[in-house]
């Protein structure tokens, strides 16, 4: 452990933890742009030129509202909670490569040879802080919201863990690096074809690899509590959900929490099936530091991408109700993710080698 | 009696989602498309956009006080006004016009006139009420004040709104 190592490290650690904590906040400002611009109207464009200083008037206002607990909640839990959502989904982001390497460091804070493991294990970690919030709330929506949470969690979890299978099946290796290192050589496993367009079999390849994103991005959707799924803090039934006794910074933290996972979600999507760093005809940082400069900026534009496309279905799609969530994550998702398994996994068996 | 709701039967496409899916997703990018390109009509912007130049002629602001053009305060402190006012929110001291006065047959002018604009409806009753046209509700509608006292209209406020009001009959003048 040479101190090279811990100072990057701990610089890699500061400076990525700003760039997410800056992604929230405006993630917070583009959702609401986006959703005024699909319902025309034009959403907040009165702070700063076009709105862009709403972010930290929103943080102002949240600083200063009154943090309000009620009597009969367990302070204790309540308190903790709100840490616990924002946590889990922070931490996660450390075994994601966002970048090639800059002046020869490679631009991945911890490269675990677990790499998707952590995530997983990590990322469902998120939620305990909304059953525990809603929990010592003391209070029936916060509760319910609390139990749709975890039912919900472990009817997704599965197909999301099944439907990554698949590409690890092809890289042969857990680490994320190495998965970003897999897909320059032989193509984005959203399009496998791409290099080798005379394959039959790499155009095979490239039907699994497509139902396992669409697999994988729906459960992405779940495990976030984004729209089409978000029954824990559905607000027209559980006032809510989970964070209606949540005042100022409190609130403001399950807040945070739930964007930083949505964006740690969108940067997972982005390594696993759209290159990662990659962007075809851009070197790595090993041929200059300009280079890993980009590479770290076509991470984040893609992980933007992603985010928008979270949003863009946010703001079309109606909430699933309970029983068809049910549904569709038991007796749909699951079995899609688990064929999927045996498809790649026939293809490689019976096909060359890919 | 019981109503049988008619469920429509779904075909094969639209119960496998995805297809309706797509295309709710490109409804909602044409109408974010649009909106961006600045080509949807989207609402009005209040401070800086008003709508003021295209208030009808009978719409109801805030009540005021008028002149006519020689300058004298109509109002004669009659206090039909204050009676009709549904949610009383005029008050009226009158004042005795001294004998001398050109106008001393009038008898009565108000000394304060006092609406309290929290409690005006802007019904316009008392506009219709009054016998000496000296009454009217005006355009403005954005009446804003930081305390209760703020709130109410004096009537050095209310005749600044209701400024010179011309074409009105003039039946104190002498010269008629």
Known sequence: MDWFFIITSLLKITILLGVILFMVSYAVYAERRVSAFIQDRLGPNRVGPAGLLQPIADMFKLLLKEDFTPRSANTFYYSLAPGLAVAPAIITIAVVPFGSTLFGVPMVVADVNVGIFFVFAISSLGVYGIVIGGWASNSKYPFLGAIRSSAQMLSYELSLGLAVIPVFLLVGNLRLTSVVRYQIEHGWFIAAFVGDWMNPWKWLLAIPMIISFLVFMIAIFAETNRLPFDLPEAEQELAGGYNTEYSSMKFALYFLGEYAAMITGSAVVVTLFFGGWHFPGIPDGYHGWVFGLINIAVFFTKVAVVIFVFMWVRWTLPRFRWDQLMRLGWLFFFEIALVNIFLVAGILAYGPRL | ?176
């Open chain 2, 1 to 176: 009696m019981a109503i049988t709701v008619p469920r429509p039967r779904l075909t094969w496409r639209e119960r496998w989602y995805l297809p309706t899916i797509a295309a709710g997703l490109a409804i909602t990018f044409k109408h974010f498309k649009n909106t961006l390109l600045g080509r949807t009509k989207v609402t009005m912007e209040y401070p800086e956009q008003k709508w003021d130049a295209h208030l009808p002629d009978y719409y109801r602001g805030a009540p005021a006080l008028v002149s006519d053009a020689g300058g004298r305060v109509r109002c004669v402190a009659c206090q039909l006004c204050e009676f009709i006012c549904p949610p009383r929110a005029i008050k009226i001291i009158p004042g005795e016009i001294p004998p001398g006065d050109r106008f001393a047959k009038v008898e009565k002018f108000p000394q304060e006139f006092d609406i309290d604009m929290i409690r005006c409806i802007y019904c316009g009753m008392c506009e219709e009420v009054c016998p000496e046209q000296a009454i009217f509700l005006r355009k403005d509608y954005a009446i804003t004040g930081f305390t209760r006292a703020d709130m109410v209209h004096h009537k050095e406020k209310l005749l600044e709104i209701g400024g010179v009001m011309h074409g009105v009959v003039l039946k104190w003048n002498e010269k008629k």
